[in-house]
């Protein structure tokens, strides 16, 4: 079975500093794996996604996100956190016995305080 | 460019009601997807549709039916409202994989939804 798992309900940082917030992933085979973002009252927005090739892939909004098959991650970062960061992040792998699913992780609601 | 229109955006049925959510995209996706969202559980898919006349499974599909006879549009119905089915529901679209790997979803803004 494909999953997702986020850790961490909340992640709580400081303007100005590092963040990253965490997902690791279940599936069969090499993974499609994304990261989307919701803001209050708002549908999910994309911000990045790995496919293949460099395990480091950049994103909207200053975000980046590390792949790291061994330890089956793909955990998201941004180097000098904003107030406006603050929202719902989601991870998300694609079924790759049904290319047409994709499993959401939980959630983790970032708080960027000034 | 509208994107991915979801109407109503809030609804409160009683138990025993029926409702359709109505989902509409302009930007030509093949794909579309209807998911629930309930606190710390993520989005579950309910229902997926590949193409204009056909409809899937997903996680979550019971107490729901769908239909795609225009490719714009994806409706949800809930034939008999329960009040486990109280969440906020969010209509998805994507390009199929043919125009290329890893096609990311286009959401619309939801439909919250209370049932009593």
């Known amino acids: 079975a494909q999953s997702v798992a986020q850790p961490e309900d909340q992640v709580n940082v400081a303007e100005g500093n590092p963040l990253t917030v965490k997902c690791t992933y279940s599936?069969?085979?090499?993974?499609?794996l994304f990261w989307y973002v919701q803001y209050p009252n708002r549908g999910l927005q994309f911000l990045l996604k790995y496919i293949t090739g460099d395990n480091l892939v950049k994103g909207s909004y200053g975000f980046e996100a590390e792949f790291n098959k061994s330890q089956t991650s793909f955990h998201l970062k941004k180097p000098s956190a904003l107030v406006s960061d603050s929202a719902l992040y989601f991870c998300a792998v694609r079924d790759m016995d049904n290319f047409n699913k994709f499993y959401f992780g939980s959630g983790t609601k970032l708080n960027v305080k000034p | 460019n509208a994107g991915v229109t979801q109407t109503p955006k809030f609804r409160v049925l009683k138990t025993g009601q029926s409702m359709t959510l109505l989902c509409a995209q302009d930007m030509n996706h093949e794909y579309m997807y209807w998911y629930r969202q309930d606190p710390g559980m993520g989005l579950r898919l309910i229902h997926y549709s590949v193409g204009e006349g056909t409809t899937a499974k997903g996680e979550v599909p019971d107490g729901y039916n769908v239909s795609r006879l225009k490719k714009q549009n994806f409706l949800l119905g809930l034939e008999s409202a329960a009040p486990s089915q109280t969440s906020v529901y969010f209509c998805?679209?994507?390009?199929?994989?043919?125009w290329g790997r890893g096609q990311p979803q286009h959401f619309g803004d939801g439909t919250r939804l209370s049932i009593l």
């Open positions: 998805a679209s994507s390009y199929s994989e043919g």
């Open positions: 599936v069969s085979g090499n993974p499609y």
